[in-house]
């Protein structure tokens, strides 16, 4: 029984000693592919600009119209707009993971650029004055929703070819690895538009455990199938039993029960994490990056369980900025100003990138593995980064959204699932390790491709995947 399950997987300890022991990269690196990708975004939004005079049409102003490049009548017409955005926002980012990766700063440089020039163009030729109505900022963050989780679903695979820089991966212990970020992104992005961060008054004990009933059997789930086909896992990330389902169920669990204010629910938020901070620095941490473990459940799972206090940490403060920035007393995203929002999450930015720097130099390093202070505020600053640049699209020009970004909207999780799925497929039948560059990459746009077609094929037959 036991040869049979190693058959699935005959490279899986090979493949767990590929994403051990990694030290990730530098923050700037961090902060110039946190440029790359809205910058690409709104470099094909620049693409798909019509003209002020189509804009003044009243069809123009229909909701597919406003938020689409297009409105496609047919499945071909449809595929060939969904291939376009592929081929102008997915392939790009993916070429920046990977074989554009040794010169991120050159490419960060030249895209910024480029951008900007088109924008300069636009308003320079421009011969009528533009009436094109600003972005609401609900459209802006679903664009950063989407695109969190699109950089996410490429990662997961990339990961696992060489081709991927190891400096991209997730850090052993300590530093800042790009796909650090992803679990922190997840919950920081949920709380930005959480029931509690619109105004929505908290659920009951029973209601909020159906509201996680599914997190909790995705987790369940993923460790039953993982477990099955002996599929690689590195324990380090969260522990023997505990996965990333489990961490987002238990933390909207928690933030559910509590009835509090979303305008003091960053002051809870940092009240626990500097508690937890303090007790990190007393001696927690050594216990938790030791690679001795006991035979209880906490024991087994202390990283999963222990950096729980960060993560909810991390959604209250989400909350309290949602609430602020977005929300203010109202449920919709659309009642705040959008330039007065616009410059205060660049504010925001700056100033948890500020605090990153100097809590990283002097308190402890960021440590997604403990789920630290410092590494709270990474990700605060880094999601704040990418939000700050996609709220520049009115500055811009073009459309306000693509084919692919609507696709993805409707069905998040949805994609989320069906790339971890695909993710395990390719990995079940292919050799990641030996394959060669050209190889990697073929699989890797393939795998990109397939994903983008099927998402879009069911936001097309307005198909929501929904699990609650």
């Not at 011969?127 to 609900?138: C, F, G, I, K, W």
């Not at 802006?140 to 695979?157: H, N, P």
């Amino acid at each position: 029984m036991e040869s049979r399950a190693k058959s699935f997987n005959p490279t899986k300890h090979l493949k767990e000693e590929f994403v051990s022991n990694l030290t990730g990269s530098s923050m700037l690196e961090i902060a110039a592919l946190s440029t790359v990708v809205p910058v690409v975004v709104l470099l094909r939004h620049s693409l798909g600009s019509r003209s002020p005079s189509d804009l003044g049409h009243k069809d123009a102003l229909s909701k597919r119209n406003r938020e689409s490049l297009v409105s496609p009548k047919s499945w071909r017409a449809y595929m060939a707009t969904l291939t376009m955005d592929y081929l102008c926002i997915i392939v790009p980012i993916l070429l920046s993971f990977t074989v554009l990766s040794e010169w991120t700063y050159w490419w960060t440089i030249l895209l910024t650029f480029s951008l900007v020039l088109s924008a300069a163009i636009k308003r320079f030729y421009s011969s009528l004055p533009s009436r094109v109505a600003p972005n609401s900022l609900r459209t802006d963050i679903s664009l950063y929703r989407v695109y969190m989780m699109v950089v996410t679903c490429l990662c997961i695979l990339a990961v696992d070819f060489r081709i991927f820089p190891r400096r991209y991966a997730k850090t052993e212990t300590f530093g800042t690895g790009l796909m650090d970020l992803g679990v922190g992104s997840f919950v920081l992005a949920n709380a930005l538009v959480s029931r509690q961060a619109r105004n929505i008054s908290s659920v009951n004990l029973m209601t909020a455990l159906r509201n996680t009933g599914p997190l909790i059997a995705l987790g369940f789930g993923r460790l039953v199938s993982t477990a099955g086909v002996d599929y690689q896992v590195h324990v380090g990330e969260y522990g023997v039993h505990w996965n990333f389902f489990f961490t987002l169920a238990v933390v909207s669990l928690l933030t559910s029960i509590i009835n509090i204010s979303p305008k003091n629910c960053g002051i809870l938020g940092f009240l626990i994490l500097i508690g937890y901070q303090r007790c990190l620095v007393q001696g927690l941490n050594l216990y938790l990056i030791s690679s001795e473990r006991g035979s209880s459940i906490i024991s087994q799972n202390k990283e999963g369980i222990f950096s729980i206090f960060g993560y909810w940490g991390m959604y209250l403060v989400g909350v309290q900025l949602g609430n602020y920035l977005f929300f203010g007393n109202r449920t919709s995203a659309t009642e705040r100003g959008k330039e007065w929002a616009r410059r205060r999450v660049w504010i925001i930015a700056f100033l948890f990138w500020l605090f990153t720097i100097i809590l990283d130099r002097h308190v402890e390093r960021v440590s997604r593995r403990m789920c630290n202070l410092a590494y709270v505020t990474l990700v605060l600053a880094q999601n704040f980064q990418v939000l700050a640049i996609l709220m520049l699209s009115d500055y811009v020009g073009g459309s306000k959204s693509s084919i692919l970004e609507d696709a993805f909207n409707r069905n998040l999780l949805g994609s989320f699932l069906l790339a971890n799925v695909l993710t395990g497929v390719v990995n079940l039948f292919f050799e990641t390790l030996f394959a060669s560059p050209l190889t990697s990459l073929a699989i890797l746009l393939l795998y990109a491709y397939v994903l983008s077609v099927i998402t879009g094929a069911l936001e097309f037959y307005s198909i929501r995947l929904k699990f609650w």
